[in-house]
Nanobody, 112 residues
Framework: QPQLVESGGGLVQPGGSLRLSCAAS????????IGWIRQAPGKEREGVSC????????YYADSVKGRFTISMDIAKNTVYLQMSSLKPEDTAVYYC?????WGQGTQVTVSS
């Protein structure tokens, strides 16, 4: 059964950094495009970033462009989201998604 497990969330002060991980099992990420989606309380889901299969082209929402970087470690079958210059409005549960599969999410809270 394909499975995605996110980790790396936590509480960070504004301006800080976090790196989220999305580890896959049951399938090889290299063959798929992978996305990071977030959902803040009371708000709709927002696509944050995605990376094309094989670690190809990357895409970012305007709200995170220049601050977040998506990458893939094919050997570890893991996708990362490096988040820098974090803002309170980045507070959300972050999910990774591959085709119809979602992880359980990891909470990111940006607060002083």
């Amino acid at each position: 059964q394909p499975q995605l497990v996110e980790s790396g969330g936590g509480l960070v002060q504004p301006g800080g950094s976090l790196r989220l991980s999305c580890a896959a099992s049951g399938f090889t990420l290299d063959y798929y495009s992978i996305g990071w989606i977030r959902q803040a309380p009371g708000k709709e889901r927002e696509g944050v970033s995605c990376i094309e299969k094989g670690g190809g082209n990357t895409y970012y929402a305007d709200s995170v462009k220049g601050r977040f970087t998506i990458s893939m470690d094919i050997a570890k079958n893991t996708v990362y989201l490096q988040m820098s210059s974090l803002k309170p409005e980045d507070t959300a549960v972050y999910y990774c998604k591959v085709v119809a599969y979602w992880g359980q999410g990891t909470q990111v809270t940006v607060s002083s």
